[in-house]
């Protein structure tokens, strides 16, 4: 099966620029997960998304990132305006939600630099 | 709330030799998973194996193994006869077994970097 596919996996912006990443989850996962990783840390939830529902976006910081999972298949998460703490990688994430280990696929990241 | 700590920032292993990767939790629930991610520089997290918490057997994957204790909230990761393609950061993670809204989110260490010499 394809894998979660993210873009860009690269980014560089100035602060207080906007930038968006966008998530495709493998097919019927209905779980999505949004991930940030600064460098020398492990990641840290940012929002999670059951089918186009969110259900848990309580680590998202709302004054500047926005996140969207429109029909409950593709996702986008949004920085507007970007600080210099906010370079990190962003790892998108998705699951089957059924019982037992419930396994998540994650993408391979969009890194993002602000200077 | 959990928390995961990986208090080994760094390990070195020569091919085919053994390393051990510790990672302690902290929870009140009884039940629940544990898991050990490998992130290559390629930046892809890949499941290298999970625990159950109610299972007393540890788990074992080819060369990776595990060393669970529950009471002591230890969960090691052991991996035998290292490769060059070991090398990689190794996070541990926790994820509740209660079923709520947000089931099935991880909650990660810091990492271990693994660096594996020939």
């Known amino acids: 099966e394809a894998g979660v596919a993210q873009s860009p996996r690269y980014k560089i912006i100035e602060k207080r620029q906007s930038v968006a990443f966008w998530c495709n989850p493998i097919s019927g996962h209905a779980t999505l997960y949004w991930y940030q990783q600064i460098l020398g840390q492990g990641p840290k939830l940012l929002i999670q998304f059951q089918n186009n529902g969110v259900v848990d976006d309580s680590q998202l910081p709302k004054d500047r990132f926005s996140a969207e999972r429109l029909k409950g298949v593709d996702s986008t998460l949004k920085i507007q305006p970007a600080k210099l703490e906010d370079s990190a990688v962003y790892l998108c994430a998705s699951s089957v939600r059924t019982g037992g280990a419930n396994v998540l696929t994650f993408g391979a990241g969009s890194r993002l630099t602000v200077l | 709330a959990q928390t995961v700590t990986q208090s080994q920032p760094e390990m070195s292993v020569q091919e085919a030799e053994t390393v051990t990767l510790s990672c302690t939790y902290d929870?009140?629930?009884?039940?629940?998973?544990l898991f050990w991610y490998k992130q290559p520089p390629s930046r892809q997290m890949i499941l290298v194996i999970r625990q159950e918490a109610y299972k007393q057997q540890n788990a074992t994957e080819n060369r990776f193994s595990v060393n669970f204790q529950k009471a002591a909230k230890s969960f090691s990761l052991k991996i035998s006869d290292s490769q060059l393609g070991d090398a990689a950061m190794y996070f541990c993670a926790y994820r509740s077994a209660i079923w709520t809204d947000s089931w099935g989110k991880l909650q990660f260490g810091a990492g271990t970097q693994v660096v594996v010499t020939p």
């Open positions: 929870t009140s629930e009884s039940d629940y998973y």
